[in-house]
């Protein structure tokens, strides 16, 4: 079957300042990794050791400085700027620690907002992301807005939304950073589902025990995977 | 996405800051309630005016010596050969003559008016004559120098104040002291219009030969003015110049001024228009104003949005697409502020017209309001550029980060 994602020898550089003030951070100093359809790895590391970064990358929100990547098999280097956007939007799915849920949306609106882009008609797109919510056990939520919301009801509504894209491939910054034990359960519990059900995730944490409820743990350690990378 | 989708969200997010977004707008609602009330009040105003200036003169061409070389107009007349050549433009020629007469309002009290030498039967030939009372001189009456006259409103009321002047005598007398009767058979009506004020002096109208025969500076056959009413459907600026012509041949350049209403007309479209032009200068500087306002709510709009444009971003909206997003924000905010002015002017101009007597018709064409909202669309078009293009390029993991 082919991988997902399968990264080879990929590197970041980023330069700040200029001239001979230029400062270089290595945030990824050649990572191999490779994460196969129905996979739930976890992503850990020490703070700076460039879990997003390698998110990002993987996400195509950024590209590598050195290195080759695929998603899905395909080669993205060299694609355009509109082109990465419609592969961002039809094959990742994205969950942030800090939601991202546009306040003045109620949570249909919120979770409907990718199919925007992929001009899906209003009724249609209204249709899928209350059968998303309703996957998340929140279809009794539609019409609240965010400000309505417990943290890990907030976060259930932002799985919703990657998962009305139907991505190949979830991705989720520390889902559970900005929630009390009590949500963590909920949404990580909503993870595992997901995973019962042939999902795809990838997932940045920093706790032991979230990252043990994975199948496999990945760490990274300056810019380099040190353990679980293929 | 679809533009009507881009609508959808631009509305939204402009309901969801209501009061920021009317303060916004008002320089763009100033802007094009000016454009458009000074659009419509400059048509309603040639409306007026064209309306009043052909009740009172119609559609004619004047005739004049120029008096411009310090000379009595005297030495200059227009001759009856003159006329015989006017006939066979297709126009009612109509010659008068005039001097100045005076009247005793009280014993010992002399006052002037003006005697006007006419063809009999005028109202005939200048619809713009319009008799009051009793009737105009007929063409034998004139023709044989009878000792009658029609009076003008203002000259009724004065020579004859609080009494009826139809049938009355009335005693006048020429500068040199020589005294002149004349049996009154009428009284034209008051001149209307905002020109009326013009047209309402005190004259004495008695047949040409009798005027000839009985002023003592005036000669036989010599006429100060003729006024040459236009047939229907001829061409004004097209006889004008033939008038201009015959007299130019007969007595070369400049001797003559040949004017028409037309010509009055078109010195006063000149004006309105130089008032339209600096009525559109103000209204340009407010929307300049008002688009400079446009794009500093926008470029806050952007900053306050950052992270709501990453997550777009994240979630699969290119970079066009957001840029889109922005511009049309900024053309549906201008737009409502074009409708609001479209709607404030429109209420100005419809309470001018029922208030002031002035303005007749209300004029408010479909041309001028389609104007206003493409100004105020191009407006948010123009100033919604840079915000848009700030916020398309906003790198998105850059602007999640935000906060
Ligand atoms: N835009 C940037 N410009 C310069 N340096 C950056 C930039 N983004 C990240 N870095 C640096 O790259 C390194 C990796 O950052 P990254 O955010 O990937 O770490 P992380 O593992 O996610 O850390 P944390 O656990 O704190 O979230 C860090 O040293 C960081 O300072
Ligand atoms: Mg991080």
């Known amino acids: 079957m082919?991988?997902?994602?399968?990264?080879?020898?990929?590197?970041?550089?980023?330069?700040?300042?200029?001239?001979?003030?230029?400062?270089?951070?290595?945030?990824?100093?050649?990572?191999?990794?490779?994460?196969?359809?129905g996979e739930y790895v976890a992503l850990m590391g020490p703070s700076g050791s460039g879990k997003s970064t390698l998110m990002h990358i993987i996400g195509l929100l950024d590209s590598p400085t050195e290195g080759e990547y695929r998603l899905g098999g395909e080669p993205v280097r060299g694609l355009s700027e509109a082109q990465l956007a419609r592969i961002r939007n039809q094959r990742v799915g994205f969950v942030f620690q800090a939601f991202f849920l546009l306040p003045r949306l109620t949570a249909l609106h919120n979770v409907a907002l990718p199919l925007v882009y992929r001009g899906v008609p209003l009724a249609?797109?209204?249709?899928?992301?209350?059968?998303?919510?309703?996957?998340?056990?929140?279809?009794?939520?539609?019409?609240?807005?965010?400000?309505?919301?417990?943290?890990?009801?907030?976060?259930?509504?932002?799985?919703?939304?990657?998962?009305v894209q139907e991505p190949d491939l979830l991705l989720a910054d520390e889902p559970t950073g900005n929630l009390d034990s009590q949500s963590s359960e909920e949404v990580l519990a909503l993870f595992d589902a997901l995973h019962r059900q042939g999902k795809t995730i990838l997932m940045v944490t920093h706790e032991y025990e979230v990252g043990a409820r994975a199948q496999r743990i990945v760490r990274l350690r300056d810019g380099r995977v040190v353990e679980g990378g293929v | 996405m679809s533009p009507l989708e881009n609508f959808r969200m631009a509305f939204?997010?402009?309901?969801?800051?209501?009061?920021?977004?009317?303060?916004?707008?008002?320089?763009?609602?100033?802007?094009?309630?000016?454009?458009?009330a000074m659009v419509s009040l400059g048509q309603m105003a040639t409306a007026g005016i064209t309306q009043d200036l052909e009740a009172i003169a119609g559609r004619s061409i004047f005739v004049q010596p120029n008096f411009n070389e310090g000379?009595?107009?005297?030495?200059?007349?227009?001759?009856e050969e003159d006329l015989?050549?006017?006939?066979?433009?297709?126009?009612?020629?109509?010659?008068?003559?005039?001097?100045?007469l005076q009247y005793e309002s009280r014993p010992g009290e002399r006052r002037s008016l003006q005697l006007q030498g006419t063809p009999g039967d005028l109202p005939r030939l200048d619809p713009t004559t319009r008799v009051a009372r009793g009737r105009y001189?007929?063409?034998?009456?004139?023709?044989?120098?009878?000792?009658?006259?029609?009076?003008?409103?203002?000259?009724?009321?004065?020579?004859f104040p609080g009494r009826e002047a139809v049938g009355q005598v009335a005693?006048?007398?020429?500068?040199?002291?020589?005294?002149?009767?004349?049996?009154?058979?009428?009284?034209?009506?008051?001149?209307?219009?905002?020109?009326?004020?013009?047209?309402?002096?005190?004259?004495?109208?008695?047949?040409?030969?009798?005027?000839?025969?009985?002023?003592?500076?005036?000669?036989?056959?010599?006429?100060?003015?003729?006024?040459?009413?236009?047939?229907?459907?001829?061409?004004?600026?097209?006889?004008?110049?033939?008038?201009?012509?015959?007299?130019e041949s007969r007595y070369g350049k400049g001797k003559y001024q040949v004017q028409s209403t037309e010509s009055f007309q078109d010195t006063l479209r000149s004006v309105t228009l130089i008032l339209q032009a600096l009525l559109g200068a103000i209204a340009g500087l407010s929307l300049l104003v008002g688009g400079i306002g446009i794009m500093n709510i926008m470029l806050v709009s952007v900053t306050e949005r950052t992270r709501e444009i990453g997550l777009r971003k994240a979630l699969g909206a290119t970079s066009a697409q957001v840029r889109?997003?922005?511009?049309?924000?900024?053309?549906?905010?201008?737009?409502?502020?074009?409708?609001?002015?479209?709607?404030?002017?429109?209420?100005?101009?419809?309470?001018?017209?029922?208030?002031?007597?002035?303005?007749?018709?209300?004029?408010?064409?479909?041309?001028?309001?389609?104007l206003a909202l493409a100004v105020s669309a191009l407006v948010g078009l123009f100033f919604g550029v840079w915000p848009a293009a700030r916020a398309a390029a906003l790198d998105p993991i850059e602007a999640l980060r935000y906060e």
């Open chain 2, 324 to 370: 889109q997003q922005f511009l049309i924000e900024a053309v549906v905010l201008t737009l409502v502020g074009g409708v609001l002015g479209v709607v404030l002017a429109a209420s100005l101009l419809f309470l001018v017209t029922a208030t002031v007597p002035f303005f007749k018709v209300y004029i408010l064409s479909p041309l001028t309001v389609l």
């Open chain 2, 84 to 100: 015989v050549a006017l006939q066979t433009l297709p126009v009612q020629v109509i010659p008068q003559l005039f001097t100045s």
């Open chain 2, 137 to 159: 001189f007929t063409e034998a009456e004139a023709r044989g120098g009878l000792a009658v006259a029609v009076l003008s409103d203002r000259a009724a009321r004065e020579l």
């Open chain 1, 2 to 37: 082919t991988p997902v994602v399968e990264m080879r020898g990929v590197t970041k550089v980023y330069r700040s300042g200029s001239g001979a003030r230029t400062v270089e951070v290595h945030a990824l100093r050649g990572v191999d990794l490779a994460i196969q359809p």
């Open chain 2, 12 to 36: 939204e997010s402009l309901l969801g800051n209501k009061l920021r977004s009317f303060l916004a707008l008002l320089g763009i609602v100033i802007g094009v309630f000016a454009v458009t």
């Open chain 1, 124 to 163: 249609k797109r209204l249709e899928r992301a209350r059968a998303a919510l309703e996957a998340v056990g929140l279809g009794d939520r539609l019409d609240h807005l965010p400000s309505e919301l417990s943290g890990g009801q907030k976060q259930r509504v932002a799985i919703a939304r990657a998962l």
């Open chain 2, 171 to 247: 005693r006048l007398y020429y500068p040199g002291g020589s005294r002149l009767e004349l049996t009154v058979v009428g009284v034209l009506e008051p001149p209307s219009g905002i020109f009326g004020g013009l047209g309402s002096s005190a004259v004495v109208f008695a047949p040409i030969p009798l005027v000839w025969n009985t002023a003592p500076n005036l000669r036989r056959g010599e006429y100060a003015f003729v006024v040459l009413s236009l047939k229907k459907g001829a061409d004004a600026r097209q006889v004008t110049q033939q008038v201009r012509r015959i007299f």
């Open chain 2, 71 to 79: 000379q009595d107009f005297t030495s200059a007349p227009i001759r």
